[in-house]
């Protein structure tokens, strides 16, 4: 599995933490699991994706959330004039994400990490959603 697409499922499980409660996570990640490989763009089911791919997948989701507090921090700190509060879900799903691998995780370059967002977010935000991201992530890199 390609790392675009490992980000791809990671956003997906990050979004979904907008919609459910903390208690009721862990059983939308097993849900996930089970069927929410299956999309338009990637025709796999969770029983077609290898188990270790699941398991990194499911690591790194766990990282992101055990640090949410900090993260939030780091974008709330570098949105000027926007608080987490009325960021958009896709685009607090993407930028979360990308601060997790722009400061906690050493094996992806700054560059890569807002690249990959601003492409996540033309894919999944609406028209203006890749400069806002892009615009947050290169205040938080300075």
Do not use: C
């Not at 921090?73 to 949105?79: C, L, Q, T």
């Not at 370059?109 to 203006?128: M, N």
């Amino acid at each position: 599995m390609t790392r675009s697409l490992v980000r791809e499922h990671l956003f997906k499980l990050l979004f979904r933490i907008e919609f459910n409660s903390p208690e009721d996570m862990p059983d939308q990640v097993r849900l996930y699991f089970e069927d929410g490989f299956a999309d338009e763009d990637h025709a796999s089911t969770g029983s077609d994706v290898p188990e270790s791919d699941r398991e990194y997948i499911r690591t790194k989701y766990e990282k992101i959330v055990e640090l949410l507090p900090e993260i939030d921090a780091k974008i709330d700190g570098s949105a000027k004039g926007w608080s987490i509060s009325r960021i958009g879900k896709v685009e607090l799903s993407i930028l979360r994400l990308a601060v997790f691998e722009m400061l906690y995780d050493d094996s992806i370059p700054v560059g890569v990490a807002i690249d990959e967002a601003v492409e996540l977010s033309k894919r999944f935000g609406q028209d203006s959603s890749a400069s806002f991201v892009n615009g947050i992530l290169a205040s938080l890199a300075k």
